[in-house]
């Protein structure tokens, strides 16, 4: 856990009770990257996130609270410049908010624990679920399967 995450009193990647602070709370915990994704609805750059080309196996969570979002083997290619998954971890780990912003229709996802703005989700994803869930890298954190873990579920090992 770095530094950001010891200062945040509410992060905890097991307590699924929900978070409510105000905005000037949130402004005095999260950096200012994570702010402005997560609480302000911004949005980060096209091809701007170490997760775009990521691979590596373990569980993506809520970058402002710690809530598991994704597992990695639901993430796919999509071309679109931002992470993209098919499935969240839980059907409650996530919110859809309808979103008539910027003249488009558009499903906003939030995270279910804290409401932190991820990103949107659009139904032209691939099977099982036709979904593209279409996220804020900024908003993630990632951890590492276990090695026991990943030589379970590893074929080649
Ligand atoms: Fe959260």
Not at 11 to 34: F, G, Q, R
Not at 134 to 149: S, T
Request: hydrophobic share 25%; proline share 6%; glycine share 6%.
């Amino acid at each position: 856990m770095d530094t950001t995450k010891k200062n945040n009193p509410v992060y905890s990647t097991t307590d699924n009770s929900k978070v409510t602070m105000s905005e000037d709370a949130w402004k005095k915990i999260l950096p200012p990257d994570v702010f402005s994704i997560a609480r302000m609805k911004g949005t980060e750059r096209a091809w701007s996130s170490k997760f775009e080309n990521f691979k590596e196996t373990g569980t993506y969570y809520c970058a402002a609270c710690g809530n598991p979002l994704f597992k990695s083997d639901t993430k796919f290619e999509s071309g679109c410049g931002w992470p993209s998954f098919y499935e969240p971890i839980s059907a409650e780990s996530m919110i859809n908010t309808p979103d008539h912003s910027h003249g488009m229709q558009r499903t906003e996802v939030q995270c279910g624990r804290c409401k932190a703005h991820l990103g949107h989700v659009f139904n032209d994803g691939p099977p099982p679920t036709r979904l593209r869930y279409c996220i804020n890298g900024v908003v993630l954190d990632f951890e590492k399967a276990k090695e026991a873990e990943n030589t379970f579920n590893s074929n080649e090992k």
